[in-house]
């Protein structure tokens, strides 16, 4: 597969030197943008005046991953600040077409996030408004946790489905992604990867993105 991207996630960089920690992951294919609103998730990071600031000086796309209520008011914002690809909750979301259409229009990638607990199958014919689905691989709200092989399946029944349909959408996989948790991804059928401790952990940011395609691709 050509087109495996890996996306870290600066949740867990320094959050005082943004700018110096978007610059040690140049090599990476997006940088992962996690926004909380401390509503839909027990936790609270940034809005979309420091998107449009990330957005200034990132060496590459923002990719921004919305833990938000009522993402039909404020997903388009992001796409208008810059953001490349924008994620939004299904579960948050009243009218997921309006919205997905609505970020599409305002010049980014619409993709729609389910939580673990939450079935792929109702959203299938979601399929056609979207570029890419991501699906949690851990509760979201907080870095660091364990990644939930269970979650398998489901990218399996995205990537069929959308087989079937014969759409090419891309499948990112958010949660406990390593070098160890990595393979099954793929296997699966994801192709975009989102890393925040596995990389920022590491004492050498470049090396691990390497190490994560290397081990991706193999
Ligand atoms: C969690 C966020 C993730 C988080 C992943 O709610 O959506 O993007 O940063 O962190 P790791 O890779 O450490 O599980
Ligand atoms: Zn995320």
Redesign the pocket.
Known sequence: TPHLQISP?I??ADFANLERELGRIADADWA?V?V?DNHF?P?LTLGQPVVEALVRVSPVPIDC?L?IEDPDRWAPGYAEAGARSVTFHVEAAADPVATARAIRAAGARAAFAVKPGTPFEPYEELLAEVDMVLV?T????????S?MADQMPKVRAVREAAKRRGTDVWIQV?????LDTIGQCVEAGADVF??????Y?ADDVAARIAELRATAHA
């Open positions: 996630s949740l867990s992962h996690d909380m998730v936790n991953h833990m949690m851990v509760e979201p709200g907080f870095g660091g946790q990644f958010d949660g406990g992604v390593s989102v890393a925040g401790s596995a990389v952990g």
